[in-house]
């Protein structure tokens, strides 16, 4: 991953960006990076602030992208806190895809794209060195930061490119049991659309385990629930 490698210094989206080059025929592997995005894309048209030149936007052209794939990118963020929190936290990871250290959000990552022409765009946004003033009022108080050296910011993107490489390609057995042990959510009360129960972890599918109150099994969808702050 990361040949070819284009940065922008200030661009809307890395994602918007990345879509544009994958239907134009870029390659598996291509990356778009940028040091500051002007209309950076969260999950459920939620906005995503990138501050600039202390938090990762990062968006990988993928063909064939594999179906747990925003678990492989949620553990491939968790070594790269691992390997560089300064507060040596263990990472946790509340399904699908929102990487927490103490219960605070440090990455969001937001897969799209075509599946059925083959390729889809993963896009992570990683706190490496944020001050938390930097962030919307509304999530400062749910976001967190690995450390607060931006000269760190390099080293997040080679580990993170790394890890991801890693974890795309290691089999689904090996991936869930990974994700599983990171499991923010096991044994917590869930509310959805549907109802609510307890989550009762991670289907082999990737999909979300739910017990409920009667002790049927419900099994969600990334998108189907809103899951409040940990
Ligand atoms: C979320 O809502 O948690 C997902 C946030 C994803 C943000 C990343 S930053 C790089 C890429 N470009 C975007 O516009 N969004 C993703």
């Known amino acids: 991953l990361g040949h070819p490698r284009l940065h922008h210094r200030s661009i809307g989206s890395t994602n918007a960006r990345a879509q544009e080059l994958a239907v134009t025929g870029a390659p598996h592997g291509t990356v778009v990076t940028a040091r500051e995005q002007t209309a950076g894309r969260g999950r459920q048209g939620r906005a995503w602030t990138t501050p600039p030149g202390t938090a990762l936007a990062v968006s990988v052209v993928l063909r064939d992208p594999p179906p747990l794939l925003t678990l492989a990118a949620a553990l491939a963020v968790a070594d790269v806190a691992v390997a560089l929190d300064r507060e040596r936290r263990e990472p946790a990871i509340k399904w699908p895809n929102d990487v927490l250290l103490d219960g605070r959000k440090v990455a969001g990552i937001l897969a799209e794209g075509r599946l059925q022409e083959g390729w889809a765009v993963l896009g992570i946004g990683l706190n490496v060195a944020v001050d ?34 890693r974890w795309l390609d290691v089999g689904d057995e090996d991936l869930l049991a990974a994700y599983r042990a990171r499991d923010a959510l096991l044994g917590r009360p869930i509310d959805w659309s549907g109802g609510h129960g307890t989550a009762a972890g991670i289907a082999d599918d990737g999909r979300l385990r739910i017990r409920t109150g009667t002790g049927d099994e419900v099994l969600l969808d990334a998108g189907e629930v809103h899951l409040g702050a940990l």
């Open 132 to 165: 938390p003033a930097a962030l919307p009022p509304e999530v400062r108080e749910r976001a967190t930061t690995l450390s607060r050296d931006p000269a760190e910011l390099e080293r997040a993107l080679e580990l993170l490119l790394e890890a991801l490489g």
